[in-house]
């Protein structure tokens, strides 16, 4: 018999990991397969993946590329960086050099790594997307969760974001700014964003632009801050919310040409670890950069169909007196269902992640606790991803919403979203009903 008995080691997590949880975007989409493993229905508003297929020339590109075997640069093939500075003018108007321009497997690992290598506090407005702050909490840095207000939209001031730098203004910080966001589907006005650009310049604050749904916005008006901080912002995007590839794991990082420092050592540290990203998906990902026709058409359909399920979704929300922050883009809505506090209670709920609980047993429909994403545990909000339904179809018949345009579209929801209208349907019974 071996001389080593079951868990003669002791456990010995890391103080920074220890108490963390898997990402909660992750860990709902396992529960919502093992209650589908077990013969329940679910309705899956709870992961926010695209359900558009990836355009037939990307894919194609893939499939021409399969053969790409070589470890290619760390900081990604020149041909797509240059590929990715074109799409930032056109896109956005901001004049890129690909050197300042690094590839990664998904903007999520590049975010963490720049967390990483520059030692200063991370501050994020709350709601914000899950996983910005455990990864802080992983490398062990401080996590300043800034209030904000249903009046704003909850969107971050600029008011609130000098409040916490004037207090030590050299102390060196990162700042987040998610938009169209991830839970809320908010942006921001150009005026805020102007105001958001001056505090971060007078406090040297780096910006973080993730811009992973700027494509996305309804009326395709997306903004970058980095035109009014053009010497302090790093835009971060990728294929997987525009493009419908998030398994494909590309994500990239443009710089200003002043942190050129902090892109080689993020380099030096993607080489020790990921090494590169797939040869194959980037060659493939020059073509979705350089975009053309069929980007453009795939574009104005995928905003038009998000745009009809969202006001579909609103008006019944509406109706059941259940208030949100107005989103403007992305396919997400964070809805506060404080009108139902005193029932809730009176059924012995009491924090958001009981409610998301008690109403995917209930009814299988799969929501986010605000909780997940910062927002104080008694107040009664939830993320709602709005994606459960086929988007490949959705895309056939895209051209119904632009020959309707009296804005009658709530047969093309009922037709095509059967998942959603069934999901907001039974949400609003069971609250009904409480």
Not at 23 to 41: G, P, V, Y
Not at 245 to 265: M, Q, T
Not at 417 to 424: E, L, M
Request: charged fraction near 25%; glycine fraction near 6%; include cysteine.
């Amino acid at each position: 018999m071996s001389k080593y008995k079951k868990n003669k080691f002791p456990i010995n997590l890391n103080l920074h990991i220890r108490g963390l949880e898997p990402s909660a975007t992750l860990a709902i989409n396992e529960k919502c397969r093992q209650m589908i493993r077990e013969d329940k229905q679910v309705f899956r508003l709870g992961l926010g993946q695209s359900p558009f297929p990836v355009p037939a020339e990307i894919v194609e590109a893939l499939r021409r590329n399969a053969h790409q075997k070589d470890y290619l640069p760390v900081k990604g093939l020149m041909e797509l960086r240059e590929s990715i500075a074109r799409f930032n003018l056109k896109m956005h108007k901001i004049d890129d050099s690909p050197e300042d321009i690094i590839i990664g497997p998904g903007s999520k690992e590049l975010i963490f790594i720049l967390q990483l290598v520059y030692y200063g506090d991370l501050i994020i407005p709350t709601p914000s997307w899950v996983s910005y702050a455990p990864q802080a909490k992983i490398i062990g840095r401080n996590v300043y969760w800034v209030p904000t207000s249903k009046e704003n939209d909850l969107r971050l001031s600029p008011e609130m974001l000098e409040e916490i730098c004037i207090k030590d203004p050299d102390k060196p910080r990162i700042a987040i700014l998610n938009y169209p966001s991830n839970p809320t589907g908010v942006t921001y006005p150009i005026e805020r964003l102007k105001r958001l650009a001056e505090v971060a310049r007078k406090y040297k604050v780096i910006l973080v632009s993730d811009e992973i749904y700027g494509l996305l916005h309804h009326n395709n008006q997306h903004v970058s801050v980095a035109r009014f901080y053009p010497e302090g912002t790093i835009i971060s995007n990728g294929l997987s919310k525009w493009c419908g590839a998030g398994g494909w794991r590309l994500g990239f990082f443009s710089f200003p040409s002043g942190l050129r420092w902090l892109r080689d050592s993020m380099a030096v540290v993607a080489s020790e670890t990921y090494t590169a990203t797939s040869a194959p998906i980037q060659y493939a990902a020059v073509t979705a950069f350089e975009g053309g026709a069929f980007l453009d058409d795939y574009l104005i359909k995928i905003r038009k169909v998000l745009k009809t399920i969202l006001k579909y979704i609103m008006l019944r929300f509406n109706q059941l007196q259940i208030t949100y922050p107005h989103p403007q883009g992305g396919f997400y809505l964070f809805p506060d269902f404080d009108h139902y506090r005193e029932k809730l209670i009176d059924k012995g709920i009491y924090t958001s992640r009981e409610f998301c609980n008690t109403l995917l047993e209930e009814t299988g429909v799969a929501m986010l606790p605000g909780v997940d994403f910062g927002r104080p545990m008694e107040e009664y909000s939830a993320r709602i991803a709005y994606v459960d339904f086929d988007g490949a179809d959705a895309l056939k018949k895209a051209n119904i919403l632009f020959d309707d345009e009296k804005g009658n579209h709530e047969k093309f929801v009922k037709d095509i979203c059967p998942n959603i209208v069934q999901a907001i349907d039974r949400l609003g019974n069971w609250l009904l009903e409480l």
